[in-house]
């Protein structure tokens, strides 16, 4: 433990893991009570924080949690070359040859779909890394698709990618083989279409740090952008090109039927640079106009409580300024919309929380929060522990650099891991523990000013939603004795917090009827939602809220929310593959899709 003794914390001899007390090395000495056991310390973590003078940091780096080692299934490959006669004539109605087949080794045979308890023909795309069979996507003749069940996730053709300088990403396997057909070597598909991009975790670094230039060759609909945007994201803006279809194309496959491979080359090579942050055409932003010119504003992300839901919705490249007085929950009311968030829509989370401080504390209350059960081997069952964590381990991500709590610090963490973790929402909790550096001759408002200027950036070029927590300094009191609501006026420092935020919160609670007041104090834009209040119940066993309309039963919400989605997934019945809220662990999906007689089949 030298790296505590460094800093004058003492560690009872013999202890190397666990949690201590022990002395804070800069306020006991000039306390009135010497001995007494301030420091909070996590050994397996090497954070510590003293709950008298606030001194806190991180010894050394050490993962909190380690990921256990997934097993994944591997189906077995026969070495079969044979590709029926109507598969190779499906494929070159679509301008793709046998030859193209051959290089992806793609195969055709019958696959058995459990949810119609039959048998179809099916297109069978195999997903190999280093030469190995790694995953089978099986695709009916109807675009009905399934991967194997517990295989692992990764990009089709990703061997393709090993010692190039470039690469070229796209939404489908048929997508894939076109530009294979046009000439072009190092071509991968995503295997999921435009939900998420969790496969890149394991890969990004081994398959694309060497990668000068990458190609992002999507579809060009609505999840296509959503889908171009996160790969961008992931692999920064200075080494993307985005390659486009025209106007009457959505893919690459349609554009090679219609144009011939020669004008699939010519969009190549007219693919464009990603505008620099800052510096834009309107043509730069031709793609997304056209689609709010056909589809209008779109609410954003929901998180399920209706009455609230119709005051505010989210989108990424915003910032939400929560406040409230403190004790009153707003923390518990950020973790409340995160956890939503990420279950309902995938979007991973990084925290900067070093009140929760050890890092366990908040990692304790999310598992609350995802499983619907109090933290504890005693009403928490260790299989639903297991894997909550397990979950936490893939979703979110603690921020705390050991010696530099500046904002740039915390930013600049961000940065890695929206590029290697994909993470999508940041939470600031609470703003006052961040280093404030005010430089000589600049006044407080003026530094908050350009602070929040810094965060609001961040939040559009990265695509990121980030909460800010900060306490209020102004708590007044009413005739009756107790608080009053505060503002984001009310918040210490300037009234930058109310102008420059995308959104504002206020937490309050009133201890007198024990109900929670969430207060939308302000959305910048109309179409995500209105400022009003509603009201909610805070559940003790698991710290959910529950929407609260002065009824006397209440309906709390303890369902294990890992659980839910997983069912919900099993459940899914539909006739157009959509990979909407599936997570990767549980990728096989079954699709109504009667068995064709050989005359209905296309190939």
Known sequence: MNEF????????????????????????????NK???????SLDSGLFNCHYCGYSGMAYQKDEIRKAPKNYIKPTWNNRTEIDDRVVKWFEDRSISQDTLKKLRVTSGI??????????????????????????????????????????????????????????????ECDCASFIECGYKPVVSVPNGANGTDYLDDYIEEYFDDKETIYIAVDTDKKGIQLRDDLVRR???????????????????????????????????????????????????????????????????????????????????????????????????????VVLLNILYGLKAAYFSPENFPMTYLISKLVSKLTGKKFGQSTLPRIEYDEAKGYLNDNFFSIYPDDDLTLDAILDKAKYLIKRKGVKMLVIDPWNKLDHQVPIGMSETQYISKALDKITNFAKQFGVLIFVVAHPTKMKKGNDGLFEVPTLYDISGSAHFYNKADYGITIHRDRVREVVLACVQ????????EVGETEFKYNLNNGRYVSYFGQTTIAWDNENYLLKKRRQQEDVVQS???????????????????????DQLPF
């Open 235 to 337: 692999f920064g803006v200075e080494r993307c090109k985005i390659v486009t279809y025209g106007e009457e194309c959505k893919d690459a496959n349609e554009h090679l039927i219609k144009y011939g491979s020669y004008s699939l080359k010519e969009r190549v090579n007219k693919a464009e640079d990603i505008r620099v942050f800052g510096v834009f055409s309107i043509m730069d932003y031709e793609t997304e106009l056209d689609h709010l010119y056909q589809n209008g504003l779109q609410k954003g992300y929901t998180i399920g409580h209706d009455a609230f839901d119709r005051l505010i919705s989210f989108e990424v490249g915003r910032v939400c300024l929560v406040t409230g007085i403190p004790g009153m929950g707003k923390s518990e009311f950020v973790d409340e919309i």
């Open 35 to 41: 001995s007494d056991r301030s420091l909070s310390v």
């Open 576 to 598: 157009d593959f959509n990979f909407q809220n599936i997570s990767q662990s549980d990728l096989e999906q079954s699709f109504l899709s009667e068995p064709l007689t050989p």
């Open 111 to 172: 696959e058995y779909i459990p949810q119609k308890q039959k048998e179809c023909n099916v297109i069978q795309f195999n997903y190999f890394k280093d030469d190995e069979l790694i995953n089978i996507k099986s695709r009916t003749s109807d675009k009905c698709f399934k991967l194997v069940s517990g295989a692992e996730l990764i990009l089709y053709n990703i061997d393709s990618l090993k010692g190039e300088k470039e690469a070229y990403i796209t939404e489908g």
């Open 5 to 32: 003794m460094k800093l004058g914390i003492t560690i009872p001899y013999g202890r190397t893991s666990g949690n201590i007390k022990t002395k804070c090395p800069k306020c006991s000495n000039s306390r009135h």
């Open 522 to 529: 302000k959305v910048k834009f109309k179409h995500l939602g």
